[in-house]
């Protein structure tokens, strides 16, 4: 029987595999850096409190691609191009989420509504992060390598998602709820729609080093096929609610330094 903790425990076991799932995260984290750098240069004026929880988001996103290319490094690993159908963030983007890259790259100051975009958008996507890291969290906590990576991210990522609620619920209550459930709703569900894409072609990615069965691959994207399929009957609604966090001013003072890897 398959189990999410085989999978990747397979996953990781195999120096290929292992290469290419850290270059992919590697490749996403260091974007996310790139963006939140870019939008923390450019807030609007009316917004520049903002500005220094931006940039730790940057920081934060650019440690976890620094470890996870320190993991590679401690196993002799190089990293290796990311295959475009794996590249979530380049998806999601040309999909026209988020602020698009032609945006950031102008020296022209964002607008309040941007903010709301890059609020919703970064809300959605560090759902599905904290999600996932809580997963690798609950079955590799205490493996010899991952577990303080993980462990590290994981709390990130929930600082990341708890700083989205609290930002948003503020502007809400500023007059622009309205812009972000619309924008909320729309990132889910492109987001998932992408999500469903990436998995698929991580997968049979996987599958092709890994020597998968051609069975063992069918299982796998009926899987990734049936959580679309509840994401899309109502599972993406998780992704645009919004509540207060216990985790106050998550994202308040400086990143915390990356582990070393010896």
Known sequence: MLSAKGLFQEIIDNDESFRLFCSIAAGGETQGGWENARIAALVPDGERALASKITRHGADEDKHGRIFNALMKKRGLEPVPVPPDTDYTM???R???GL???RLKADQALTVQDIVTYLAHSRVTEQRASE???LLRKHFADHPDLGRAVKMISHDEDNHLA???EELLRLASAGHGRAIQRTLRECALAEI???RDVSLAVMA??????????AKSAVLAAGIHALYAYERAGGWRRMVSLRMPERRDALGGPAAAAPEFA
């Open 100 to 102: 698009a890259h032609d």
């Open 163 to 165: 700083y989205c609620h």
């Open 193 to 195: 729609r992408v999500y």
């Open 91 to 93: 998806l999601l983007e």
């Open 132 to 134: 996932q890291m809580e």
């Open 205 to 214: 990615h996987m599958g092709r080093i890994l020597g998968w069965p051609t």
């Open 95 to 97: 999909g026209g989420i």
